[in-house]
C-alpha cells in the first residue's frame, strides 16, 4: 500500500510545484526574443523593430510597467503593438505610463478583444473547443488607450493603412481590427501592397488564416499578430497545447514563412506571432512559454 500512495502523492507534489512555479515565477520572467529578417531592399542598413503585444496590464503591476518602460533603452528604429493592451477598467492611465518612453518614438497599433472588453472567467477547458460561445466582459475604455497613443503620433491600423519614413526607410502600413471578434475589415486595406515603398508590413492582432492569406496575396513582406500567447501553456517536447484561434501549433509563435496559395510573393512572406507579456487575471500562469516583448532587426535581403 505504501508503495502505491507513494506515486499519487508525488504526482500531487509535482503539479503544485509546476502550478506554482507558473504563477511566482515564471509569469513574470519578462524575456526579449530577437530575431533577424530579411525584407529591406539590397544596400539597406538594419532597421530595428519593437513590437509588443498582449500586455493585458492592471493598474498594479509595476514590474511589467517598469520592464515595458525600459524597453526605450534599446532605442528601436520603431515601436509596434499588436493590441489586448488592457485588462481592468483602470488600466489606461498605467498603460500609457508604461509606453511613455518608447512614444517618443514611431510607432503604430492595432486594437483588439481585450482592448475593447474586460476578461471574465472563464472555463479553461472551453479553448479546446474551436467554436465555443463567446461571452464579453464589461466594455473598457478603448477610445482613451487610443487617443493616448495617437495623440503621441503613433499611426492606429484598425481597419486602416498608413506610411512612415523611419531612419531613411519609407514603410507602407495595413492593419485590420481584431478577426477573433470577427471585427476585421480587410476590403477596406485590400490591393496590392504599395511597390514604392522600402518595406510593407501588415498588422493583426490574431494570426487568422483567411486574413494572413490576403496580406500575403497583396504582397506584404511582414506579417505581426500576437493573440495566441504562444500557447501559454506549453509541454515540453510536444509545444503549444491550443492557439485559441485559427493558426496551427506549429506557427503558434516566433517568427516563419507564410506562405499561401496565390501569394504575392512566390516564397511566402515573414510571419511573427508575438508569445506576448500577459495574462488573463483569471488564468495568471505562464509554463515552458515565459512573457516577451520582440526586437525584430529588418536587413537587407
Known amino acids: 500500500m505504501r508503495a502505491t500512495t ?53 493598474a498594479g503591476q509595476r514590474s511589467k510597467q517598469e520592464w515595458v518602460a525600459g524597453l526605450a ?10 493590441g489586448d493592451n488592457l485588462a481592468g477598467m483602470d488600466a489606461v492611465p498605467a498603460t500609457l505610463r508604461a509606453l511613455e518612453p518608447l512614444m517618443d518614438l514611431p510607432g503604430a497599433f492595432v486594437l483588439a478583444s481585450n482592448d475593447y472588453y474586460a ?21 473598457l475604455p478603448w477610445r482613451e488607450l487610443r487617443n493616448g497613443m495617437t495623440g503621441r503620433g503613433w499611426l492606429d491600423l484598425t481597419n486602416g493603412t498608413g506610411a512612415l519614413t523611419v ?46 492569406d490576403r496580406f500575403a496575396a497583396d504582397g506584404y513582406d511582414l506579417l505581426l499578430c500576437g493573440h495566441t500567447h504562444g500557447g501559454q501553456l506549453r509541454v515540453p517536447f510536444y509545444g503549444a497545447l491550443v492557439t485559441n484561434c485559427g493558426i496551427d501549433r506549429q506557427h503558434v509563435r516566433w517568427l516563419h514563412r507564410w506562405t499561401p496559395p496565390s501569394a504575392g510573393h512566390p516564397t511566402g512572406t515573414w510571419l511573427h506571432v508575438s508569445a506576448g507579456l500577459g495574462t488573463s487575471p483569471y488564468a495568471p500562469l505562464r509554463f515552458a512559454c515565459p512573457p516577451e516583448a520582440t526586437l525584430l532587426t529588418l536587413t537587407a535581403r
Not at 21 to 36: I, Q, S
Not at 73 to 82: E, G, K, Q, S
Not at 119 to 137: A, D, E, I, Q, S
Open 119 to 139: 476578461p471574465r472567467p472563464k472555463n479553461p477547458l472551453k479553448y479546446f473547443k474551436t467554436n465555443h460561445k463567446r461571452v464579453h466582459g464589461d466594455p
Open 167 to 212: 531612419a531613411g526607410t519609407r514603410i507602407a502600413f495595413a492593419g485590420v481590427d481584431d478577426p477573433h471578434l470577427k471585427r476585421d475589415r480587410y476590403d477596406l486595406v485590400a490591393g496590392p501592397a504599395d511597390q514604392s515603398a522600402d518595406v510593407r508590413i501588415g498588422l493583426v492582432h490574431s494570426p487568422e488564416p483567411r486574413v494572413l
Open 73 to 82: 533603452d534599446l532605442r528601436p528604429d520603431l515601436v509596434i503593438t499588436t
Open 6 to 58: 507513494a506515486v499519487p502523492a508525488a504526482l500531487v507534489a509535482t503539479g503544485a510545484a509546476t502550478v506554482a512555479y507558473a504563477g511566482l515565477v515564471e509569469r513574470t520572467h519578462w524575456t526579449l526574443r530577437r530575431f533577424d529578417v530579411s525584407v529591406l531592399p539590397p544596400g539597406s542598413a538594419p532597421l530595428t523593430v519593437l513590437q509588443l503585444s498582449d500586455l493585458h496590464m492592471t
